[in-house]
């Protein structure tokens, strides 16, 4: 029997929303950049992918029914769901016993040990991505650059754009002369052509994702559009003091995670604010970290940091913003 959603104390509002059915649609927005992943990617794409599902599926299974001593719940399909998103922060060549051990962290550590679905504070995916940044950073930031064809095995590594784009103006020079000397291009970022970790390569994919989680009404726009905004606004303006100091805002929104997080991951309902008041003022937050820390922090990738950290405030923006109580005037 499919779970039901227990969403806030009565009165109850019933309708035929389940939580595998949420979660599957959230894994059916996301097949598109998985696919286009496995094509620039090759076999490996599907290996870390199959890895980070089956541990974290396991590890939920293991400790539900060994430890806590209850049913086991994986059929509501989220942990599976969370071994997809981690998979797709990772890049396409790490090693496999890595992959294994930031799945057990994120399901044992992150979502298990705070009560399961529905109690966890921040986004296992999210946290299991910064674990391995921090533990394994050699591995968690050698990307494999795309090539044609899933059994292609001649992978080159190399570095992200945004890193790429970070070292060059450390070294003196302009943005443009960056893109032009790389060929970077954003018909490459659009569709996929570029070195990062395999879920991030393709904006359009991710974008036909969001189509399809807000006609099913998976997600609402506000949290995923007032990340963009708050960062096209963001980089925009310094890209305008000095353009050949500060990459323009359409670099910034088509490289790196953003589009993922903001879509995939920024919108978990656990995660973040009740209230569309609170998810604005989230969302603004998650821009103008991911901004700072691509600025000025060691990392040139802010997106995950900025929702771990805003993930952090969603309890006191829930009790500072909190809905209108049922029948009151």
Known sequence: MERKLIISPSPHIHDNVTTQRLM???IIALLPAFLVSAYFFGVNTLLVTLVSIAVCTGTEWALQKYVLKIRPTISDLSAALTGLLLAMNLPSGIPLYIVAIGAVFAIGVVKISFGGLGSNLFNPAIAG?????????????SWTLPSAGFFATDAATGATPLAIMSHGLADGHTPQQIMAEHGFSYFHMLFGQIGGSFGEVSALALLLGFAYLLIRKVITWHIPVTIFLTVAIFTGIFWLINPSKYPDPLFHLLTGGLILGAIFMATDYVTSPMLKT???I???GIGILTCVIRYWGAFPEGISFAILIMNATVPLINMYLKPKRFGKK
């Open 24 to 26: 599957r649609d959230v």
């Open 282 to 284: 989230y969302a603004v």
């Open 129 to 141: 991505r910064i674990f391995l940044l921090i533990s394994f950073p050699v591995a968690m930031t």
């Open 278 to 280: 609170g998810a604005v």
